[in-house]
């Protein structure tokens, strides 16, 4: 499944990039704003200030961090030096920043947050990544993402070079064993997926047993989901499936653990702590 | 610092839950909702099931688990078995559902994904806090938190036993290099922070050598922040400051190394990482 | 395709339907509210009133509609006679109401806005639908909606027995023309598509003549849009389709024109006029 | 009362409009955006294309549209051909647009979703105008629109050449058959209406027969809702009000039926399907 | 224009009320909440309080008030002794509310804040409306009200026992100095004003002069307002208008100046200090 | 306590600012718009036009109200003549606005009632600010705001020279006469506040007699607010109190009365009327 991606991965719409960044920056001035800086800082001072990473990994967020700036005062400049999906070494300057010195103090945080955050999923998403070049596996996130912001973070896995699966639960029908309970069995509950969803919409289907992978293919689904199996059940099963559906392994997927997954020849290795447990790049701003 | 805290964290109030839920909601139903249980389960089926922590950890995010069910369906029923900021073991009970088959089902992963990540905050803070234990020092969270969730992640915090430091920019002054740069001198900087802000603000300045410790308190800060000391440079700084401000310290702060930190005799240990980096606890819910 | 629907549809959240009435009355009321009522009716007065369908068709909207007065007065009380997809003849009562007059005649018009023209889109869907029942072919909404009524409108078009084509930009890949001209050929549009995008997502393509078709086939796209083909043409290229994608058929699609054109074979027939210019349902609410 | 209008209607604020256009975007693009286009389309791309009507008609809701692109891509440019308002024929270029592919594609559904269908709107307003020229009879909408799109289809209805009724329940007093019930007769209906209301406000009043007609006058009304009346029972009305109010036919109003109802002599005649049964006007997006 | 009110005045429907006063918690509560109340107060701990008059005056603002304690914790029960319009003596209960103390301590800032503001505006209106009693003059409010309070201010004014003018710029026609001179004269400006206004929309016309009055009756206008004239001047304007359209006072008006302006013969008396200077009546909440 | 303030006070952020004015608006617009001057205003004509005070004062609040025009047509310039915080004559121009004619009718409203208003607090804030000047204490204001309006109102207070106590519930501790009476005794409820807060937040309380001060002071805290003392009892407390807390009175502050209080040595003076009952400062739009 892993032809080279025709272009680098879009950003949100600016609204909604924008959206997101208001809504932190209110979150973090409340209604007295930065009281610190203007006390401290003349209101017609300027500095130049760098984003510069602390340790090596992917930059992700970067039209976040600088929206923050420019929305406390659009007289804020800003030059990118590594840009959005690049990579970047222990010392590298991310982005340089020139503007009203309140302005400049007053968003860093906010900045911040969104950059080590999103950095930090594209750095984890590279590495797994990285990880299983060379085999027919793309890593895919999940919808284990944090309260408001699986957009950007889904996106932030795409800078990382994943793929993403499911944005929710509106965009393609997943069925899981609560639901084959529910349905009676894996036939029945693909019977009635398909019947009732428009043609669009692929079916993916949990599978526990070589049986019930059978059971899902005969259904005709388009996915089978293979649910922490060893590497040599992967195999087994792939080779069940035989191309008839996409493959897609999960369950504690680490650096380590992804090659020998990701050998087995299965389609697909999702992976939810990416989003959910991601830690943040070490990235500072610094002035000059 | 350290006496009882006299009464258990208290929650964000209702509708800021409610507000966050709805929007969780919102992210993951898109317009066309979740389809895979619109098409399988019968409107009218019911089940019951339970929050299964799958590891141990200090349970948070309760509140907003559960509205995300009775926002799809008030007829959904909660028990709750483990309370907030309750400590559970591998195979523990959160909390019971019951209700209909396709608001539980439609609601289990935003439910969770709170769930697991405030759990997950709320259980680093108690590890941290439990390696301290015994010495004076509070650990305290920072701003570096996830954009949008900060209300709620320091509320995870408080469960966990940690304190809360500044909420945002505005609700004390912490003077950094930056403004001691632009201001000329510490000695400066707190003379414009005090004559600038109201008197129901505390003011905390950064200082990197005894110097600069020395300085601030002959400026009158009532708090001292000590980045990135070791352990016996924080406990010569503590012996200089001698009971006349809060010490702070920060700076790479695990459970490893907070107790050496603790025995300088800080007054606080501060830790960005357990709000911009912690691990989501694994919890599931197990239809029964 | 045409598999017996497992249930009925299922109409969006409670809290989106609340939130979409609510934005309803705010509009209707302004600032100062239902004037007439207020100026001639006792607040004390009580009123019972029946939605009655002045012509035949198939009801929708009804969660909407019951909301607009609830939300003006949590004391309205409300009966469903015929529901939601239920079909009515002239003069069929829909729903009763009781409660104070005041909210009963000041939630009136938004509840009646709601459902006439909810209705007035499943009657429209309902007889294309049965205009082509017997044939193979589904009949699908497009994204020709009203701004803001997306979720409402293609939910009322399944409460009339069709289908939902895509929710938005982001469910599906549909390929059209102007993306052919870009890419420089389907096959090259169809290759950038399937590298792109996740596992979970269908891709369809336009085509305009049989070698077209054709291509789209060799590129393994899973449908294959019609635009505007005779029936004549339609059946040719469902023949050389054979099975190998979905066949959709769009353009100038009637209750008259309909059954040629399901008699083609193809899969799908979508429509934009159903949910860009249906006529609304004459419904009116009778105080009694 | 149709002294020439002075000046071309006026759109509503920019900020209103830039809200409403960004809401539908968002319905568009939900959380993965138009992932066709960035799957297909270079980011360096450029086109120009243009807005085509396929039919007759007159312009409305080009703020809108232009509004679409421009928040996507503030790099867009449009030309103006067919200002609001303006009669277009078949082929005729209403607007022509250039700027980044991607924005082009992914705002163009958007766009045409408010164009064509405040167009419509505009188109079957001036129909019906000019079937009632020469009368002195004013066509008014009414408080019968779609959800959320109320200020935006008063508008088209003005481009028309239309009028409009209220804007809301609060704007004026419109007393129907279920009020006069309530307060017992007309005239009391009347005189607590005129009690409660401040002096900027207007009073009409529904009549079923002539002596309803004359008991609302009695009263003191500014105007007289003749409702489903023939032409011959209207002329009738029109002679007994005299002037002594503002005289409002309505009830099935066509372009066919309209001139026989112009022709009693009412000053007013309302319809309520322009705004809540209108057909879209055929435009399309043309990219050359 | 004096006829006894049929009915006492409505409050805007519960969900602008609830919507009003959660935007004044979280003003009010920040991230962080009531510290105090919850640093202090035990979570069972339960109180009664009582709001309490400390001055003579007129309620308004009780749905505000309590929807401020249901907000923080439905348990919260209130009991109104005084209702909304009712005069209250010094010393005298307004409500009394019982519940969980850290709601009603936390609410209590809120619940005052709209209970003192609103009660203050229904009281200074009592106070001028009082003093023109027995004239036919009737007390009006202005569009001079406080940002984002404005249907609220209008309330209170109608709980006083005055009248609301417009509440926005488009609900009547009001034409001042800038419009007469931009049109060229009073006959200009309001001919146009006709013929682009609905039927349903009254318009009014300042003037400075008798001469100016005239010229407004005999364009047609509906009211004329009379800014700044002295008693006397009014009293020869309202001799010329001689019942042809409604007259308007305004200019510095208080309970002092309003009996000699009444006794002009106006119809109306505007004043826009009643709700952009009004002094708030002193209530306290006292916990028993 | 007063030193000179080092900057002058910074306005609230610009995105906060425009949705303020932007919401402002939207109440005064509705659906209709400026309906007097689309009728009457060429959509071509111009206007010039300039802010004057007709009465001296304090200017504060231009950023909004110069915003409002901005957001009806960006087209419209202002020149700024005298600033916010400057003082002004009756008479001075505050200053001048050019651009069309509708954006600056229609925006002089809204943009009038923020600057009468806030200039009106900081007019009061100042003349308060003057009476106490040579004293050492500072005059704040409290959380007795306007809803809604609570950053402008404590901005506007810094703009007349006084200082902000509290923002909000959770910036601080203020223990009130509830508070000690549920926690059993001062010494208690500061105990439980002390354990519970930050280290950044600082804990004020009420006393109202000089026993409590000493047990407030020998509790520890950072300030003592004496409610309603005569100056001679503040004075007592005063010299009690001896520089251990800070000292706030506070009761029935007028420019008259603050004097004397000031004279008892105390630190602050707060006032909730300059917020919650100020009147507005007259100014006017003169078209010129």
Known sequence: MNDPQPFPPAAPP????????RAALAEDLGL?????????????ARVRAAFIAREPGVVAGLP?????????????????VTPEGGRIDAGGVIAT????????????RVALNFLC?????ATLTAAIVAAIAG????????????????????????????????????????????HIALAGSVREAVRQARAAVGHMVKIECEAETLAEVEQALAAGVDAVLLDNMTPA?????VA???????SEASGRITPETAPAIAASGVDLISAGWITHSPRALDIGLDVT
Chains 1, 2, 3, 4, 5, 6 share one sequence.
């Open 240 to 246: 069940l499936i035989d191309g008839r559906a996409v």
């Open 14 to 21: 600016p609204f909604l990039i924008v959206s997101a960044v």
């Open 233 to 237: 059940a992967l195999a087994e099963a």
């Open 135 to 178: 085999s027919r596996a793309r890593l895919v996130c999940t919808r284990k993402t944090l309260p408001g912001l699986r957009a950007l973070q889904k996106y932030a896995v795409r800078l990382g070079g994943g793929f993403n699966h499911r944005f929710g639960l509106d965009d393609a029908v997943l069925i899981k064993d609560n």
């Open 97 to 108: 920043i020139e503007g009203p010195a309140r302005a400049v103090l007053g968003a860093e």
């Open 64 to 80: 976040c961090a600088l929206s923050a700036f420019s929305l406390l005062d659009p007289d804020v400049r800003a030059g990118i």
């Open 117 to 121: 955050h999103l950095s930090g999923i």
């Open 32 to 44: 007295a704003g930065d009281i610190t800086s203007v006390a401290i800082v003349p209101p017609t």
